[in-house]
C-alpha cells in the first residue's frame, strides 16, 4: 500500500529550518515516519514542494522517492500528486511531524478502515492528552462523546481525489501520536518525550 508523506511546508512557526529535517534525539522527524511506515510494509512518497529544497536533497541521498509539488498547499499539493501519478487506490497520507508514529499505529488504522466501509478514514486523538503533553491543538471536534484532535494520519481513497469523501473517524488513545510539531514549544516537549 502507498504512503504519502506530506513534507512541503516550510514550517515558519518552528523556525528551525526545514521542518522535515529538525532532528530529535539525532534523527530528521521525517525519518521516523518513513520508518514507522516501511516497517508496516507500506510503499513511501514523499511530497516535497520548492520550499524545501534540503529536504528534496534528503530523499534523493536516501533513495527515498518524492514527488516535487507546485507547493501551492497541503490539500492542493496532495490532488495533484495522486492526480499527476494515476493512483486510484486507497492509500494514506501522513503528515512528516509525527514522529511518535509506531508500525502498530499503521497497522491498527488500515484494520480499522478495511472493516468501517467507508472511502476515508481520519486519526485523532483525546484533546486531553496533547494538553498532557504540553502540545498544541489549533482544531478540535467531539467525536463519539470524545473532544479530540486530528493527528495528521488519514487514509484516501485515490479514485476519488478530487471530491470530498464519506470518512470513518478514529480515535486512539495514544500519547505518542499527540506530538504533532508546530512549534518550539511542542519541539521541547517532544525533544523531552524521545530523550
Known amino acids: 500500500m502507498l504512503s ?10 518552528l523556525s528551525l529550518g526545514e521542518k522535515p ?3 530529535i534525539a539525532g534523527t530528521p522527524m521525517l525519518s521516523y515516519v518513513i520508518s514507522a511506515f516501511q516497517r508496516a510494509n507500506c510503499d513511501i512518497l514523499v511530497i516535497a514542494s520548492p ?5 528534496i536533497n534528503w530523499c534523493r541521498a536516501n533513495g527515498i522517492d ?9 490539500v ?11 493512483e486510484k487506490s486507497p492509500f494514506f ?10 508500525p502498530l499505529h499503521i497497522e491498527y488504522v488500515w484494520e480499522k478502515y478495511l472493516m468501517s466501509g467507508k472511502e476515508a478514514c481520519s486519526v485523532w486523538v483525546p484533546r486531553s492528552l496533547f494538553l498532557s ?8 471536534e467531539e467525536i463519539d462523546g470524545i473532544n479530540a484532535c486530528p493527528v495528521g494520519l488519514n487514509i484516501l481513497n485515490g479514485e476519488n481525489i478530487e471530491n470530498e469523501q464519506k470518512e470513518y473517524k478514529i480515535v486512539l488513545n495514544e500519547s505518542s501520536l499527540a ?14 518525550y524521545f530523550d
Open 4 to 13: 504519502v508523506i506530506m513534507a512541503g511546508g516550510k514550517g515558519s512557526r
Open 21 to 23: 529535517l529538525v532532528k
Open 51 to 55: 520550499a524545501v529544497p534540503m529536504t
Open 66 to 74: 518524492y514527488y516535487k509539488s507546485r507547493g501551492t498547499g497541503y
Open 76 to 86: 492542493e499539493d496532495l490532488i495533484e500528486c495522486i492526480t499527476e501519478t494515476g
Open 93 to 102: 497520507s501522513c503528515v512528516s511531524d509525527l514522529p511518535g508514529i509506531k
Open 133 to 140: 503533553n504540553g502540545c498544541t491543538c489549533s482544531y478540535s
Open 179 to 192: 506530538y504533532n510539531i508546530n512549534t518550539k514549544e511542542d519541539f521541547e516537549k517532544v525533544s523531552l
